[in-house]
């Protein structure tokens, strides 16, 4: 029962809004018609609207490019024949992936012959250790039997000479033993480089092969790449900032990103770094942009558009762009003064201009003050004019807006009074 109540109200309350709004559109019209009986044969007719109440945006959008979050080129160790390579351009590549197999057979041989001098020199280093204790053994006998006076110097010395050859022997055979080690290590490192995997220190698991440079079969050599390898999982969008915008630009701040590739889609960017130096040639800083790209729709390369909001202003009063006008080298606009329907230059200072709006900083309007838009170049300070019955009409329009907007409150207020009343009964 109350909801039918409550549907009644907003019929009755429609119908009246329209019956309003009629009235006053030919109220408007009768108006219109006296007045035009009335007015100077040299009044302008003119086209006027009053200052809104609203949110400006002021935003400002930049063309740039797309480029990998980064990229790397993969290129050999050692040089032999590429004998398989398992990845083409476009490809995903995972973290620890093998990317290719070199010929091994030279490196292998190496690490075989570095292995068996090892053996050699391990098995000379035993022979060495052997006769160094030997020798040992005699320099100590002979030392007992010198104090005894058994032995005579020359044969004691001998055996000392003899003991300290075997020793620096023995530091050599050392020396030697650690070589092969040394040797037999980097022929396995070079045994182990002719098998390439994929490795990063950073990011994401996932990388893309941006490019191939070489086939199967090849030579390959240090310093020349195979692969180039890209992270794309988020993309860097790269922007030229004109030195006026510059220092409203913040690390952090939101941007929309757009592109040709995908009309209607909006991508979610971030301000990621600002250059702290403007190219002298076009004035300019550099931007950084950093966008998840998860699904890797984009592409370095791509061209894109990029919308960042530098500041908000809100319930700022603004009028239409039309409507400002220069007298005297003064920006302003012309009001209707009501009272004898002639018009009035206003000077104004302006705030955030758009493509639509222009925002008002001084003087603030009232909601009476009708402003000129259209006809205003043929007016000067205390020319009569004539409101054009297109305005008069959106006027009214613009009334029957506001008083159907206050119905539907009213209604809603009274459908929650019920309820509200309910819950308190129980």
């Given at each position: 029962?109350?909801?039918k109540?409550v549907?009644?109200v907003?019929?009755?309350?429609?119908?009246?809004?329209?019956v309003?709004?009629?009235?006053?559109?030919?109220?408007s019209v009768?108006?219109?018609e006296?007045?035009?009986?009335?007015r100077?044969?040299?009044?302008?007719?003119?086209?006027?609207?009053k200052?809104?109440?609203?949110?400006?945006?002021?935003?400002?959008?930049?063309?740039g490019?797309t480029?990998?979050?980064?990229?790397?080129d993969?290129?050999?160790?050692?040089?032999?024949?590429?004998v398989?390579?398992?990845?083409d351009?476009?490809d995903?590549i995972k973290?620890?992936?093998l990317?290719?197999?070199?010929d091994d057979?030279?490196?292998d041989q190496?690490v075989?012959q570095a292995?068996?001098?090892l053996?050699?020199?391990?098995?000379?280093d035993?022979?060495?250790?052997?006769?160094?204790?030997?020798?040992?053994?005699?320099?100590?006998?002979?030392?007992?039997?010198l104090?005894?006076?058994?032995?005579?110097?020359s044969?004691?010395?001998?055996?000392?000479?003899?003991?300290?050859?075997?020793?620096a022997?023995?530091?050599?055979?050392?020396?030697?033993i650690?070589n092969?080690?040394?040797?037999?290590?980097a022929?396995?490192?070079?045994?182990?480089d002719t098998?390439?995997?994929?490795?990063?220190?950073?990011?994401?698991?996932?990388?893309?092969v941006?490019d191939?440079?070489?086939d199967?079969g090849?030579?390959v050599?240090?310093?020349?790449?195979?692969l180039k390898i890209i992270?794309i999982?988020?993309?860097?969008a790269?922007?030229p900032?004109?030195e006026?915008?510059f220092?409203?630009?913040q690390?952090?701040?939101?941007?929309?990103?757009?592109t040709?590739?995908?009309?209607?889609?909006?991508f979610?960017?971030?301000?990621?770094?600002?250059s702290?130096?403007?190219?002298e040639?076009?004035?300019?800083?550099?931007?950084i942009l950093s966008i998840?790209n998860?699904?890797?729709?984009?592409r370095?390369?791509?061209f894109?558009?990029?919308?960042?909001v530098?500041?908000?202003?809100?319930?700022t009063q603004?009028?239409?762009?039309?409507?400002?006008?220069?007298?005297?080298?003064?920006r302003?606009v012309?009001?209707?003064?009501?009272?004898d329907?002639?018009?009035?230059?206003?000077?104004?200072q302006?705030?955030?201009?758009?493509?639509?709006?222009v925002?008002?900083t001084?003087?603030?309007?009232?909601?009476n003050?009708?402003i000129?838009?259209?006809?205003?170049h043929?007016l000067?300070t205390?020319k009569s004019?004539?409101?054009s019955?297109?305005?008069?009409?959106?006027m009214?329009?613009?009334?029957?807006?506001?008083?159907?907007?206050?119905?539907?409150?009213?209604?809603a207020e009274?459908?929650?009074?019920p309820?509200?009343?309910?819950?308190?009964?129980?």
């Open positions: 029962m109350g909801k109540i549907l009644l907003l019929i009755v309350a429609f119908a009246a809004i329209a309003f709004a009629w009235q006053r559109y030919q109220e009768k108006e219109a006296r007045k035009a009986q009335k100077p044969e040299d009044a302008v007719v003119v086209n006027v609207v200052a809104e109440h609203i949110t400006m945006l002021d935003e400002r959008v930049y063309s490019t480029q990998a979050w980064s990229t790397f993969i290129d050999p160790e050692v040089s032999a024949k590429l398989s390579l398992k990845f351009i476009g995903q973290k620890g992936d990317i290719a197999q070199l057979s030279n490196y190496a075989r292995q068996a001098e053996e050699v020199a391990k098995a000379k035993v022979e060495v250790k052997a006769l160094l204790k030997l020798r040992k053994s005699q320099y100590e006998r002979l030392k007992l039997l104090d005894r006076n058994a032995t005579s110097d044969e004691f010395e001998n055996a000392e000479s003899a003991m300290k050859v075997q020793e022997a023995l530091i050599q055979s050392e020396a030697n650690q092969c080690e040394a040797r037999l290590a022929a396995k490192v070079k045994l182990d098998r390439i995997f994929a490795e990063w220190n950073s990011g994401s698991d996932i990388r893309h941006g191939r440079y070489v199967e090849s030579l050599s240090p310093g020349k790449p195979i992270e999982d988020r993309i860097k790269r922007i900032i004109i006026r915008d220092r409203f630009l690390v952090g701040q939101r941007a929309e990103v757009t040709d590739a995908y009309p209607g889609t909006t979610e960017g971030t301000v990621e770094m600002i702290n130096e403007l190219a040639s076009t004035r300019t800083v550099v931007a998840p998860m699904d890797f729709r984009l370095p390369g791509m894109v558009r990029v919308r960042i530098l500041s908000e202003h809100r319930n603004a009028i239409p762009p039309n409507a400002i006008l220069s007298r005297n080298d003064q302003g012309f009001i209707i003064d009501q009272t329907q002639t018009a009035k230059f206003v000077p104004v302006t705030g955030l201009e758009t493509r639509t709006r925002e008002i001084s003087p603030m309007f009232n909601d003050d009708m000129v838009t259209v006809g205003n043929m000067e205390g004019v004539e409101i019955q297109l305005s008069r009409l959106h009214a329009e613009n009334l029957a807006a506001e008083a159907a907007k206050k119905a539907e409150q009213q209604a009274q459908q929650a009074a309820a509200e009343s309910g819950d308190k009964a129980q």
